[in-house]
């Protein structure tokens, strides 16, 4: 059947065909992982010029309801992962809760000396060594977030030793190392990433994403890790629990 656009509104060509794709995959017609038909295929049905068809398709990859993989296609995207920030978790387990199956590509894993920042925020004193771990997170094996941890070289021996592209760090702490973690705080902010965490995270040129730091707690309130972590704003949101305070 012919899409159908109305060339006498002054709503926009591109826009009408956009809305009429978000529709398709607002009732299910288009699944996640649903390949969007070719720019040729929706040329004649809408009866539109490609450079129209683009500027549709375009709209709805900056909304994140649609991927293009290089070679592959366009396809229809999952729904947002959403994290509570009323708990504290780790990746792996926030996965794993949804269903999901989570992984990690290593990117670097060195021990360095940490910048002033750094040593400030693990209350490290002068000389003291941290690990330097870099991954990539996926969910069912789609790139998520960008995650740096620094972590005192002393409190978490034998770490290079580890399978770190399948273990959760806090579950190596809290099991293997026998350490008790309380909690943490944390911040969050939109921003657009550098151009080398967007290509790891296959984002496009104007793709936003949450970056939030953290620094996770030990008893006795001794820092554990320090986390810079870059996640998708086009898969991920991050939902808080706010009890009611009244002022008087």
Not at 66 to 83: D, H, M, N, P, W
């Amino acid at each position: 059947m012919l899409g159908m656009v109305d060339r006498t509104s002054p709503v926009p060509l591109y826009y009408q065909i956009a809305q009429a794709l978000r529709e398709r995959i607002k009732k299910g017609e288009w699944l996640p992982g649903h390949r969007v038909p070719p720019e040729h295929e929706l040329t004649q049905e809408f009866g539109v010029s490609r450079h129209t068809i683009r500027q549709a398709l375009a709209s709805l990859e900056r909304d994140g309801l649609i991927y293009r993989q290089a070679g592959l296609g366009t396809f229809v995207r999952s729904e947002k992962y959403s994290y509570p920030l009323s708990f504290l978790q780790g990746f792996t387990e926030q996965m794993e809760e949804r269903g999901l199956k989570p992984s990690s590509r290593v990117l670097t894993l060195q021990k360095r000396l940490p910048e002033p920042f750094l040593r400030s925020s693990l209350a490290l004193p002068v000389g003291r060594e941290v690990y330097e771990l870099k991954r990539l997170r996926l969910a069912n094996c789609e790139p998520i977030a960008l995650e740096t941890m620094f972590l005192p070289v002393t409190l978490v021996p034998g770490l290079e030793q580890k399978d770190l592209e399948k273990i959760s760090i806090y579950r190596f702490v809290e099991d293997d190392l026998g350490l008790k973690i309380i909690g943490a705080t944390q911040t969050i902010e939109a921003e657009r990433p550098p151009e080398d965490v967007a290509r790891f995270l296959g984002l496009p040129v104007d793709g936003l994403t949450l970056r939030m730091k953290n620094v996770t707690y030990l008893e006795n309130m001794r820092p554990l890790c320090f986390v810079d972590c870059y996640y998708r704003a086009d898969r991920y949101i991050f939902t808080v629990s706010m009890p009611r305070r009244k002022t008087v």
